[in-house]
T-cell receptor
Framework: GAVVSQHPSWVICKSGTSVKIECRSL??????MFWYRQFPKQSLMLMAT?????????EQGVEKDKFLINHASLTLSTLTVTSAHPEDSSFYIC?????????????FGPGTRLTVT | LAKTTQPISMDSYEGQEVNITCSHN???????ITWYQQFPSQGPRFIIQ???TKVTNEVASLFIPADRKSSTLSLPRVSLSDTAVYYC??????????????????FGRGTQLTVWP
């Protein structure tokens, strides 16, 4: 099956620093990728839609200047958490949508655990 | 966006068949129904997707009545390893058009399935 990877799988950073998370579709092209955040014992919350070669579309309430998204190729999207604070500590998950008609199935990455101290 | 309602939790025993029903009264014509499974600290895993009637794959069956206002995920002969959160999602899977935000998935609370020995 299709595989989506995320790097790093976990990261600890100090408050005020920036952290970049990579999401890669390993064996398929993904024009569209999505970024989610999940707090403990809660459901996934969609943060933004990332489209290759264009600006990301952010969900209401998500600060675009804090969560920078770049989708520079058909297999890579990055999420940069800028000036991280402890409240940004969460599990960040990406998904990549296969461009293959007709199902456009989404495959999820394994997630990145971010801890801000 | 069609909202989904699922039971918060379900319990079963090994070897039993489990049926999880999801209500989506406001499902739109272009919407598909997709079920995901998530284990703690992992990204969701695709289980099955359907539009109408019945869909079956190697792990589950999905039953969708004619009015499409609900769907039932059926897991045959569950094992301890099926203990997980199961999410029912409804949405337009979109197209391959660049810049499209179709295909966004909004996760509800999901159903925590616990399988006992």
């Amino acid at each position: 099956g299709a595989v989506v990877s995320q790097h790093p799988s976990w990261v600890i950073c100090k408050s005020g620093t920036s952290v970049k998370i990579e999401c890669r579709s390993l064996d398929f092209q993904a024009t569209t990728m999505f970024w989610y955040r999940q707090f403990p014992k809660q459901s996934l919350m969609l943060m933004a839609t990332s489209n290759e070669g264009s600006k990301a579309t952010y969900e209401q309430g998500v600060e675009k200047d804090k969560f920078l998204i770049n989708h520079a190729s058909l297999t890579l999207s990055t999420l940069t958490v800028t000036s991280a604070h402890p409240e940004d500590s969460s599990f960040y998950i990406c998904s990549a949508r296969d461009d293959k008609y007709p199902t456009y199935e989404q495959y999820f990455g394994p997630g990145t655990r971010l801890t801000v101290t | 966006l069609a909202k989904t309602t699922q039971p918060i939790s379900m319990d079963s025993y090994e070897g039993q068949e489990v049926n999880i029903t999801c209500s989506h009264n406001n499902i739109a014509t272009n919407d598909y129904i997709t079920w995901y499974q998530q284990f703690p600290s992992q990204g969701p895993r695709f289980i099955i997707q359907g539009y109408k009637t019945k869909v079956t794959n190697e792990v589950a069956s999905l039953f969708i009545p004619a009015d499409r206002k609900s769907s039932t995920l059926s897991l045959p002969r569950v094992s301890l390893s099926d203990t997980a959160v199961y999410y029912c999602l409804v949405g337009d899977i979109g197209s391959a058009d660049r810049g499209s935000t179709l295909g966004r998935l909004y996760f509800g609370r999901g159903t925590q399935l616990t399988v006992w020995p």
